[in-house]
């Protein structure tokens, strides 16, 4: 079993939609958790840290949920320049040693 | 300011040759890793540095990977009598303080590799 799970998609929605990303993490000892950006042959950029309490970036709104091992990302009112690669990751412990996920596709369409 | 940079951005090698990768990180950031991403897969890790130290190499596939920092600075991985499953983009990433789980990496535009 992966230690990060995502569907990988791809997600196909219309501009303006609100679309949903979900992925699991098998370490209960897991301690930081993230999401990266990466557009198509390009580097992975963090889009925003995962809090216990969820937080809100804008029209992005990332939640975690340390019982289920259960990290989600929604984006609403999507933007044609939302299409990239989302990356799901985690860091077992603060030495910064990350885990990415297989990454979820979004495709946003005019 | 510089962002971390990669070098070569492209090397094409044959099988059984060794490579150098290099990874210059952003200055004066402490931390510094190496991951290895296939087509259509996350990144993954392979070792990590603390200034000169290495941490970590529990991710380098086999003895023919080896990485160094010695100055704390600019990084090399090297890949001795490389084989064709070597084949990836190698990236580079580095934050500023060893300790702190939740800083941000910064990654490098990494070094497509291929082995023919």
């Known amino acids: 079993r992966k230690e990060v799970e995502q569907d990988p998609g791809p997600f196909n929605v219309p501009e303006g939609a609100t679309v949903a990303f979900n992925c699991t993490y098998s370490?209960?000892?897991?301690?930081?958790f993230f999401w990266y950006r990466q557009d198509c042959r390009k580097e992975p950029k963090l889009l925003m840290s995962?809090?216990?309490s969820g937080n809100e970036d804008g029209r992005f709104t990332a939640q975690l949920n340390r019982a289920s091992q259960y990290i989600s990302l929604l984006i609403r009112d999507s933007k044609l320049s939302d299409s990239a690669t989302y990356l799901c990751?985690?860091?077992?412990?603060?030495?910064?040693?990350?885990?990415f996920g297989q990454g979820t596709t979004l495709q946003v369409k005019p | 300011g510089a962002g971390v940079s990669q070098s070569p951005r492209y090397k094409v090698t044959k099988r059984g040759q060794d490579v150098a990768l290099r990874c210059d990180p952003i200055?004066?950031?402490?931390?510094l890793y190496w991951y290895r991403q296939a087509l259509g897969q996350g990144p993954e890790f392979l070792t990590y540095?603390?200034?000169?130290?290495?941490?970590?190499k529990s991710g380098l596939p086999n003895d023919r990977f080896s990485a160094e920092r010695p100055e704390g600075s600019i990084s090399t991985l090297t890949i001795q009598r490389t084989e064709q499953r070597d084949s990836a983009m190698y990236r580079c990433?580095?934050?500023?303080?060893?300790?702190?789980?939740?800083?941000?990496?910064?990654f490098g535009p990494g070094t497509r590799l291929t082995v023919l």
């Open positions: 990433a580095s934050k500023t303080d060893p300790g702190g789980g939740w800083d941000e990496q910064f």
């Open positions: 370490n209960s000892a897991s301690q930081s």
């Open positions: 995962v809090y216990s």
């Open positions: 990751v985690v860091n077992l412990s603060n030495t910064g040693k990350l885990i």
């Open positions: 200055s004066g950031h402490v931390s």
């Open positions: 540095f603390n200034y000169e130290a290495q941490q970590d």
